[in-house]
């Protein structure tokens, strides 16, 4: 059974800095694009970011860029995503997602709350 | 940025009706479109993809239309269960975008 396990969201301060982390199992993690997408409170979902599977491609929405850096360790099965510079805008639920090979998500995970305020 | 955008943002309907969701995007993206459905507290659930192909174990009361700019999301009859929001993302590249979701809500 596929799973994707979300850690490392909670309380930061604006400017603050979180590192989230995406346990995956149940499939072979190497062989897929991992991504990131995030749901603020009461709205509508938003692509944060993808990678490729040996990580050697890498794209963010405008939002993000500069600040947000995704990667991975295949060795590890383990999705990151850093964030800095955080703004209350990036307030959210953070999912990790697998792309299937069509380049749509098919397995979510259940998502980590990152709340930035001061 | 490809932009999309859904229409209408709520739809009320009585079970058993048939529900016509839309999805718009700012340029073509062919058939590189994806829909997705979320109910409170989950995260969302693939139903469509390639504008029309099901994904595996969606009911084929579930139907997707369309292509380029315009695309249609058909539940020929409404369940019970399928009261909840949905979604049309893009995937012409790897930089995705979102609708705003369309909310499908009991009459």
């Known amino acids: 059974e596929v799973q994707l396990v979300e850690s490392g969201g909670g309380l930061v301060q604006p400017g603050g800095s979180l590192r989230l982390s995406c346990a995956g199992s149940?499939?072979?993690?190497?062989?897929?694009?991992m991504s990131w997408v995030r749901q603020a409170p009461g709205k509508g979902l938003e692509w944060v970011a993808n990678?490729?599977?040996?990580?050697?491609?890498?794209y963010y929405v405008d939002s993000v860029k500069g600040r947000f850096t995704i990667s991975r360790d295949n060795a590890k099965n383990s999705l990151y995503l850093q964030m800095n510079s955080l703004r209350a805008e990036d307030t959210a639920v953070y999912y990790c997602?697998?792309?299937?090979?069509?380049?749509?998500?098919?397995?979510w995970g259940l998502g980590t709350l990152v709340t930035v305020s001061s | 940025e490809i932009v999309m955008t859904q229409s209408p943002a709520t739809l009320s309907v009585s079970p058993g009706e048939r529900a016509t969701l839309s999805c718009r995007a700012s340029?073509?993206?062919?058939?590189?479109l994806a829909w997705y459905q979320q109910k409170p507290g989950q995260a969302p659930r693939l139903l469509i993809y390639?504008?029309?192909t099901r994904a595996t174990g969606i009911p084929a009361r579930f139907s997707g239309s369309g292509s380029g700019t315009e695309f249609t999301l058909t539940i020929s009859s409404l369940q019970s269960e399928d009261f909840a929001v949905y979604y049309c993302?893009?995937?012409?590249?790897?930089?995705?975008?979102f609708g705003q979701g369309t909310k499908v809500e009991i009459k």
């Open positions: 997602a697998r792309a299937a090979m069509v380049r749509v998500i098919d397995y």
């Open positions: 149940g499939f072979t993690f190497s062989s897929y694009w």
């Open positions: 990678i490729k599977q040996d990580g050697s491609e890498k």
């Open positions: 340029q073509s993206v062919r058939t590189n």
């Open positions: 390639g504008a029309s």
């Open positions: 993302q893009q995937y012409h590249n790897w930089l995705w975008t």
